[in-house]
C-alpha cells in the first residue's frame, strides 16, 4: 500500500477527524498537488463557519473553495455518466474529500458499489426514491461500514422493517428521517427506526420536519422516539431556519446597518410624493421594529422613468450611505414589511410550492415515474432544503446565501 492510500485508509476509518485529512494535505504539497492540499485545508477551515456568510472569513473560504475545486481530476474514473439526470447522483465534498452521495435508491443498487470502493471517505448516502425498495437497499452490501444514512423521502413501514433487520448497517452512527409523511403515521416511523436492530452504534436519530410545519406536534416525536429506543438518541431539526438571509447586493432590496449597528433594510417606496426611500430597522432578534426612516431620493433619480430605477440602483444605495450613513451588509432577518409595497409582496417565506402535491407521497415505482425525473419527489425537495431556498415578493427566489437566483 502506497503512503497516499495509507493515508487515505485512515482518513476512512477516522471520518470525523481533521487531523488525517491534514496529514494527506502535508503529503499533496510534499508531492507538488499544492491545489488539492490547499483545498483540503480550506474547506476544513470553512466547515464550521459554511453557513455564516456575515462572516468575512467565511466568504473569502468560500470564494477560494469554489476557485480551488477541481472535481473532473479528483474523482478520478468514476462509472459512466454517474451525474446525468437519469442517474440523478451527485457527489459533494466536505473537509477536503468526497463526502455526501445523493441517489435514488436504484442507483444506489446498481452504483453504490462502485462509489463506495472509488471513494472510502464517502460519510454520508442520501436516499431518494426509497419506497418499494425497503428489502432491497437492506440486502445491498454497499451499505457496509456507512457512518451516515439520510432518507430523504417518504416511504412504507414495510420499508422501514427491512432497513432494521438490515445486516450491513452495524457502523451506522446517524440516521435521518423526513417526516410529514401524507399516508403514514410518523410516530409508527419513529417508533419502527428507534427500535432497529441494525444499528447498535447508533448516536443519532435525526427526525427532519422537512416542510416546518405541526412543529410542536412533530417535536414531540422525540419522546417517541426516545421511548421505543430506550434511551436518549431522537433530536429534531427544522426543516429551515427562522431567520431569511439577505446578502448586502441583495437584488431587490437594500440590507446593511445603521453606524449604530442596527440591522435595516432599505427599498423603494413610490406610493410617497415625491417617491422615498423606505428603511426599517430590527432588533438583535431580526424581529422588525416600528421604526421608519424617510431618505430622500436624489432629483436626477426623480426624473427617470420608474421601470428603469433599477439601473441606478447603485446611486440609490449611496445616498443612503451619504444620508445615514448606511452600510451595506448581510443580515438575517424574521418578516419584512415596508409601508406602501404597492406589490404588497416584502413578506419573505420559505419556499412552500416545493411540496405542493410531493409532501409525504411515496414516488409511484413504475418506468414512466423512473423515467420522468428519477430522483423523485425527495430528490427535489432534499435540494431546494440543502439550499434553504425561499420566496421574496411575488417573483423573487433567493437561497441560504442571500442571492437571488432566479425570478
Not at 163 to 176: K, N, R
Not at 290 to 297: A, F, G, S
Not at 332 to 339: I, L, Q
Amino acid at each position: 500500500m502506497s503512503d497516499r492510500d495509507a493515508l487515505l485508509a485512515t482518513i476512512a476509518a477516522n471520518l470525523y477527524e481533521d487531523t488525517p485529512r491534514l496529514a494527506l494535505a502535508d503529503w499533496f504539497d510534499e508531492h507538488g498537488e499544492h491545489a488539492r492540499a490547499e483545498f483540503i485545508r480550506v474547506q476544513i477551515e470553512l466547515e464550521p463557519i459554511r453557513d455564516q456568510y456575515e462572516i468575512p472569513r467565511a466568504a473569502e473560504l468560500h470564494a477560494r473553495e469554489r476557485e480551488l475545486l477541481n472535481p473532473k481530476d479528483w474523482l478520478g474514473k468514476m462509472p459512466k455518466n454517474w451525474d446525468n439526470w437519469r442517474t440523478g447522483a451527485s457527489l459533494e465534498f466536505y473537509r477536503g474529500f468526497p463526502d455526501t452521495l445523493a441517489l435514488p435508491a436504484r442507483t444506489f443498487l446498481e452504483l453504490g458499489e462502485q462509489f463506495r470502493r472509488a471513494h472510502p471517505t464517502i460519510r454520508r448516502v442520501v436516499l431518494f426514491r426509497l419506497d418499494g425498495y425497503g428489502e432491497r437497499i437492506a440486502a445491498c452490501p454497499a451499505l457496509a461500514g456507512l457512518a451516515e444514512l439520510e432518507l430523504a423521502c417518504w416511504y412504507s413501514d414495510a420499508d422501514a422493517r427491512a432497513l432494521t433487520a438490515s445486516p450491513h448497517l452495524s457502523a451506522l452512527q446517524v440516521l435521518e428521517l423526513w417526516l410529514a409523511r401524507a399516508r403514514a403515521s410518523d410516530a409508527q416511523l419513529c417508533r419502527i427506526m428507534s427500535a432497529g436492530r441494525a444499528w447498535p452504534n447508533l448516536r443519532e436519530l435525526s427526525l427532519l420536519n422537512c416542510d416546518n410545519q405541526k412543529r410542536g406536534l412533530r417535536q414531540r416525536l422525540v419522546a417517541t422516539a426516545n421511548r421505543a429506543a430506550g434511551r436518549e438518541v431522537a433530536v429534531y431539526r427544522p426543516g429551515y431556519p427562522k431567520l431569511f438571509p439577505f446578502c448586502a447586493n441583495f437584488w431587490y432590496t437594500f440590507p446593511g446597518r445603521l453606524p449604530n449597528g442596527r440591522a435595516a433594510m432599505a427599498a423603494e417606496d413610490h406610493s410617497t410624493n415625491p417617491p422615498t426611500l423606505c428603511v426599517v430597522t430590527f432588533d438583535d432578534t431580526g424581529k422588525q421594529t416600528r421604526e421608519v426612516i424617510r431618505v430622500p431620493v436624489p432629483d436626477a433619480i426623480l426624473k427617470v422613468p420608474l421601470n428603469q430605477w433599477y439601473e441606478h440602483k447603485d446611486a440609490l444605495q449611496q445616498q443612503l450611505v451619504a444620508v445615514l450613513g448606511f452600510k451595506p451588509a448581510f443580515i438575517r432577518v424574521r418578516d419584512v414589511n415596508f409601508p406602501g409595497d404597492q406589490w404588497d409582496g416584502c413578506h419573505p417565506h420559505w419556499h412552500d410550492d416545493v411540496w405542493e402535491e410531493q409532501c409525504g407521497v411515496p414516488d409511484a415505482d413504475t418506468a414512466e415515474s423512473w423515467d420522468e425525473w428519477p430522483p423523485g419527489n425527495g430528490g427535489q425537495a432534499w435540494r431546494h432544503l440543502r439550499d434553504q431556498e425561499w420566496i421574496f415578493g411575488w417573483d423573487r427566489w433567493a437561497d441560504k446565501r442571500g442571492w437571488v437566483h432566479s425570478t
